[in-house]
T-cell receptor, first 116, second 112 residues
Framework: NAGVMQNPRHLVRRRGQEARLRCSPMKGHSHVYWYRQLPEEGLKFMVYLQKENIIDESGMPKERFSAEFPKEGPSILRIQQVVRGDSAAYFC??????????????FGEGSWLTVV | GESVGLHLPTLSVQEGDNSIINCAYSNSASDYFIWYKQESGKGPQFIIDIRSNMDKRQGQRVTVLLNKTVKHLSLQIAATQPGDSAVYFCAEVRDQGGKLIFGQGTELSVKP
């Protein structure tokens, strides 16, 4: 009964490099969310995906950020040309169906990105 | 804009006492609420949830109360223990988007 798995747990990138964060949802879950958390702050919604579809990306920055959830394999959050302001913890969550129907949403342990 | 907010950023309680953490929300269309606990360096951990057609739900040592009239949510922890020290977030789910909207969080410190 593995939970939501995220990797890498810690990632250091130089300014201008690319960061790729991976998320494997819980078994049987086909809905994935990505959140960003800055130090001493709450979690900010970024994107909500279902297999092969982006449902809501209203929290994604317009540039440099993209997300996918292919039919096979983990969900990927990709940050191109990272800047220091991208340094944060990125959390993935998954659920079996739309959260609005009362399905519990479980979080992974996060990926900590540091841009130097 | 609409948001979920918490009344107090920090709460300090004596071990063994009961804790009450509050949350205000502004969107009356929200139909599902969740409380999460987050320890340092870890992801949010589900504690308890409640649907908008309920006003109270109990778990093990925790109770969530929902007052839709004043758009207020609270988490009560009975016999608080040192292991309860963490940041607690309330989150709301809105039917249209199915996404969680988090509040800022309350840091609970338990004094031995």
């Amino acid at each position: 009964n593995a939970g939501v798995m995220q990797n890498p747990r810690h990632l250091v990138r130089r300014r201008g490099q690319e960061a790729r964060l991976r998320c494997s949802p819980m078994k049987g879950h086909s809905h994935v969310y990505w959140y960003r958390q800055l130090p001493e702050e709450g979690l900010k919604f970024m994107v909500y995906l279902q297999k092969e579809n982006i449902i809501d990306e209203s929290g994604m920055p317009k540039e440099r950020f993209s997300a996918e959830f292919p039919k096979e394999g983990p969900s990927i959050l990709r940050i191109q040309q990272v800047v220091r302001g991208d340094s944060a913890a990125y959390f993935c969550a998954s659920t079996m169906a739309r959260a609005s129907s009362g399905n519990t949403i479980y979080f992974g342990e996060g990926s900590w990105l540091t841009v130097v | 804009g609409e948001s979920v907010g918490l009344h107090l950023p920090t709460l300090s309680v004596q071990e063994g006492d009961n804790s009450i953490i509050n949350c205000a929300y502004s969107n009356s269309a929200s139909d599902y609420f969740i409380w999460y606990k987050q320890e340092s360096g870890k992801g949010p951990q589900f504690i308890i949830d409640i649907r908008s057609n309920m006003d109270k739900r109990q778990g093990q040592r925790v109770t969530v109360l929902l007052n839709k009239t004043v758009k207020h949510l609270s988490l009560q922890i009975a016999a608080t223990q040192p292991g309860d020290s963490a940041v607690y977030f309330c989150a709301e789910v809105r039917d249209q988007g199915g996404k969680l909207i988090f509040g800022q969080g309350t840091e609970l410190s338990v004094k031995p």
